[in-house]
């Protein structure tokens, strides 16, 4: 069956440094990955969307990139700031309007000041 | 906008009772998700709608779960009857497609506690 795989632990980083998140899938081949970012006690919060066919997207210091080879998606924050603590979710789809997209259960990030 | 509209933000029950969550989407969306969020099993899809209509439900766990969808802006989610186990958030979200090419944007959830 399809699975998502997230950084269980959560992530602890100095600010300023480069925050790392990690996705990985597998008995699956998605068209798209997307990442949404979640607060406690709030619904998730889309963030960016990447398709199969580009290895990178950037928007402002968010940066993801998508290797299907290795079926994995690596989400980065650059110049990380304590406002950047939350829980990011990564989800897959595949190409049909009928495909679900599939979450997974999310890293914590924390972001020390 | 004002965003998805999701009602009530909080509902305790005791095992029985009847729960009815209530969901607006935002206006425009022709995709409407709810969804379960727990710790053990994080974000996992119950049902959704294309144009009014259930397009899968086979997410939902059981049938004491049902879900309806009369119009355009509103949408319901009911668990008759409650148990226990049914504790989690409850999440309704809205598209503009429903391909994975297509943002979702979420409510605030209903945090559901059963007794």
């Known amino acids: 069956s399809q699975k998502i795989e997230q950084n269980s632990e959560a992530l602890n980083i100095q600010e300023g440094k480069t925050a790392t998140l990690t996705c990985n899938y597998t008995n699956y081949s998605p068209a798209y990955l997307q990442w949404y970012r979640q607060d406690p006690g709030r619904g998730p919060v889309f963030l960016l969307l990447?398709?199969?066919?580009?290895k990178e997207k950037r928007k402002e210091r968010l940066k993801v990139t998508f290797d299907t080879t290795l079926k994995q998606s690596l989400f980065h924050i650059t110049a990380s700031q304590p406002a950047d603590s939350a829980t990011y979710l990564c989800?897959?789809?595949?190409?049909?309007?009928?495909?679900?997209?599939?979450f997974g259960s999310g890293t914590r990030l924390s972001i020390r000041p | 906008d004002a965003g998805v509209i999701q009602s009530p933000r909080h509902e305790v029950t005791e095992m029985g009772q009847e729960v009815t969550l209530r969901c607006k989407p935002i206006s425009g969306h022709d995709y409407l998700f709810w969804y379960r969020q727990t710790m053990m099993r994080g974000l996992e899809l119950l049902i959704y709608f294309n144009n009014n209509v259930p397009i899968d439900d086979s997410g939902m766990p059981e049938d004491r779960f049902s879900a309806k969808m009369p119009n355009a802006s509103f949408s319901t989610l009911k668990i008759q009857p409650s148990e226990p186990r049914d504790s989690a958030v409850y999440f309704c979200?809205?598209?503009?497609?429903?391909?994975?090419?297509?943002?979702?944007?979420f409510g605030p959830g209903t945090r559901l506690t059963v007794t």
């Open positions: 979200a809205s598209s503009r497609g429903g391909q994975g090419s297509y943002e979702q944007y």
């Open positions: 990447i398709r199969e066919n580009e």
């Open positions: 989800a897959l789809a595949g190409y049909s309007s009928a495909s679900k997209i599939i």
